[in-house]
């Protein structure tokens, strides 16, 4: 990706996932905003944005944080909002025996002691592969990977859902589903 394109991918993360109200932006209750509205609302902000851009830092992100509408019309940030306009809803799904949770050494003692937290998103992100897990830890410092016991969560009624990326999301992870490392 791009120099561009990454910086356009942080901005829309912000604005889309966080703080829409920031360049004037209204999400609907799905987290999609009008392309139009966005790209004036950048204007305003000082930021170029145009459709074209758009579509290819949508298509080119390998992470598929972002979607657009069938008719290009509209945008939306997949997972990872915390505002609280913001409620998609997807169907429930079985997850597969193990989800693993990517996050730096640093915050292993107070995992360990209270589980995984949403924070101020709205779900607690899993994937289903240790490397993506790795990836996302090293954001944050040393990483290490905690892997979750996600199938047994959800038959003792935890609520699991998937991202249109993949990216696995969950209320919560209670401390006794935790076991660190793959």
């Known amino acids: 990706m791009s120099k561009q394109h990454t910086e356009v991918s942080k901005f829309l993360s912000y604005v889309l996932r966080h703080e829409p109200h920031a360049i004037g932006l209204t999400l609907d209750s799905e987290g999609w905003a009008e392309v139009n509205a966005l790209i004036a609302g950048a204007k305003q902000a000082g930021r170029t944005l145009d459709v074209e851009l758009i579509r290819a830092v949508v298509n080119s992100s390998d992470k598929k944080r972002f979607a657009l509408s069938d008719d290009g019309s509209r945008i939306r940030a997949v997972q990872g909002h915390s505002t609280d306009t913001v409620a998609i809803q997807r169907e429930p799904k079985q997850p597969p025996e193990f989800l693993y949770h990517g996050t730096a050494t640093r915050f292993l003692d ?55 990326n993949g990216v696995w999301l969950v209320t919560n992870v209670p401390n006794s589903f935790l076991v660190i490392g793959p």
């Open 110 to 164: 107070s995992i360990l002691a209270e589980g995984l937290r949403p924070g101020e998103r709205h779900h607690v992100h899993l994937s289903e592969d240790v490397s993506t897990a790795t990836a996302v830890g090293q954001r944050y410092g040393k990483p290490v990977v905690l892997k979750i016991e996600a199938l047994r969560m959800h038959q003792q009624g935890f609520v699991f859902f998937q991202a249109d």
